[in-house]
């Protein structure tokens, strides 16, 4: 009896708090962050959908459009707090240099991008959930393209390690968090006393109609990708007394075993320029015994810099070059870098000159003995619109993916599990097999529908021989883009108006 009495008590002092606003932007920081914990490497989904629910009852307590906007800055900052908390990693491997501009990058990234969530919110004052959950998707979208985009931590990435995000194929990230923001509003207009067992149960049933089960055994005849994972520690990567230890890594993991199809090297998997390199690259082919040698390398031309992926075939040609489109900005270059560098002010990765110069634009590369392959390098594995551009269905479109990267970074809580989640969500927009090899983890092989077939953990030195999956048929999402999900988005969100509309005329009369 006397707790019933405490819960009877402390329900409307909960919503009388609720209804200021900033102890409302508080409750709903918590919430997102808890949110949060369905991104990898955490794998909470279940405990996005109801504080997704929560922060839409919370929006209803918001008696202004200001104190809208508050709700959902609060639950977007608690979200991108928690989710890309990672963020400083980069900054403390050069501490003394760097460490500084750590906080600022916390609170600016997390803060900035959480003001997307709160213009959603105030758009969507006094309107129907539908209305919000259209608005918030599409603020997500845009997010991904604004300011040369930064389309990480996504709702809809809470779903990539179920057999939700199959869905993928046919919307990509948009339509998984559509899903992730949909269900709970469902589920509130439905009834409240319903809002944990629709989502749940919705849940379900795509869990068993979707799930593609455990990868199938490889064809016999399938081409064997030997992933090379040497564990260069970002803070000793360039030292010179350890370069050698880390060439001589690369070497005998390259030439152990049996002779594979290819052999694949993290991003700039070599210390030195393209053209300072010739030794170096010929031991390489001399330990991939006749394999073609994929690998990320800097170069120089003229006086520029680029970020490159070269295939060196059994001859020791160069037969394919990419250079890096979409660079890091902060990270491979600084925006206005000639008036930055003035004040000290580089890029954390570009160790060569002022910065990376992009490449002409995302393009497959031929690979001897396999054919085309997609390279991406480190950050472009997560711009979906630009894969699906580059990889387009038809006589070009790649056998592969082939992702380099150097998630050494990124540190070792959060960030390199989900930058190789986001690779598993690729695969599946493009039923295409992706290889990622990273200089320290997550290394692994990605079948068509986003399985792990082959895998190198975190922090080890290693090499994994895994034959190629086979590669699916062009999806939905891969052919038509984005296009279908936003013509659903204006669809939902003038539903939310009419709907909106009629209840206000309902009430008026």
Not at 61 to 71: E, I
Not at 216 to 240: C, E, F, I, S, T
Not at 433 to 441: D, E, I, L
Not at 497 to 509: I, P, Y
Request: hydrophobic share 55%.
């Amino acid at each position: 009896m006397r707790i019933g009495a405490l819960r009877a008590a402390a329900r409307p002092a909960a919503w009388r708090l609720a209804a200021r606003p900033w102890p409302r932007a508080g409750l709903a920081g918590f919430a997102g962050a808890v949110a949060a914990l369905g991104l990898a490497p955490w794998g909470l989904w279940w405990l996005t959908l109801p504080t997704v629910a929560l922060a839409l009852v919370l929006r209803d307590h918001a008696a202004t459009r200001g104190g809208a906007f508050l709700t959902g800055w609060g639950f977007g900052a608690g979200w991108f707090g928690l989710g890309l908390s990672w963020i400083v990693e980069p900054f403390f491997v050069d501490a003394a240099r760097h460490g500084w501009m750590a906080p600022f990058a916390v609170l600016l990234l997390c803060g900035g991008l959480a003001l997307f969530w709160g213009a959603a919110f105030a758009l969507a004052h006094r309107r129907g959930g539908a209305l919000l959950v259209a608005l918030w998707v599409a603020v997500e979208m845009a997010r991904g393209v604004v300011f040369t985009g930064f389309p990480w931590a996504m709702p809809g990435h809470v779903f990539i390690d179920t057999p939700v995000a199959q869905l993928a194929a046919l919307g990509g990230a948009p339509l998984l968090t559509l899903i992730a923001l949909g269900l709970p509003a469902a589920a509130l207009a439905i009834g409240r006393s319903l809002w944990l067992a629709i989502p749940a149960l919705a849940c379900a049933g795509a869990w068993v109609a979707l799930d593609p089960g455990p990868a199938p055994a490889p064809d016999a005849g399938a081409p064997l990708v030997r992933l090379v994972q040497p564990n260069a520690v970002q803070a000793l990567k360039w030292d010179p007394e350890w370069q050698p230890v880390f060439h001589e890594r690369l070497m005998r993991l390259t030439g152990q075993g049996a002779v594979p199809d290819l052999v694949v090297w993290p991003e700039t998997a070599l210390p030195w320029l393209l053209d300072q390199s010739g030794d170096a690259l010929a031991q390489g082919v001399a330990a991939a015994r006749g394999a073609p040698l994929a690998l990320g390398i800097q170069r120089r031309e003229a006086a520029r810099y680029y970020n490159s992926a070269i295939v060196v075939d059994a001859a020791g040609e160069i037969v394919s070059l990419y250079d890096k489109t979409h660079l890091v900005p902060f990270g491979e270059y600084i925006p206005f870098g000639e008036i930055a560098a003035r004040f000290g002010i580089h890029g954390l990765a570009a160790s060569e000159g002022g910065g990376y110069t992009p490449g002409p634009g995302l393009h497959p590369v031929s690979v001897p003995g396999l054919g085309l392959a997609l390279p991406l390098i480190c950050y472009e594995g997560i711009f979906a619109r630009e894969i699906n551009a580059a990889a387009a269905p038809g006589a070009l479109r790649p056998r592969l993916m082939l992702l380099m990267t150097n998630d050494a970074w990124f540190g070792t809580v959060s960030g390199p599990y989900q930058h190789f989640a986001q690779a598993r969500l690729r695969a599946i927009e493009q039923r295409m097999p992706m290889a990622r090899v990273a200089n320290t983890g997550v290394t692994g092989m990605i079948d068509a529908q986003g399985r792990v077939t082959a895998r190198i953990g975190l922090g080890e030195t290693g090499a994994v021989d895994a034959p190629l999956p086979p590669r699916g048929a062009a999806p939905g999402y891969a052919r038509w883009g984005d296009g279908p999900m936003l013509v659903m988005l204006l669809a939902l969100g003038l539903a939310g108006m009419r709907r909106n509309r009629l209840d206000r005329e309902r009430a008026g009369a």
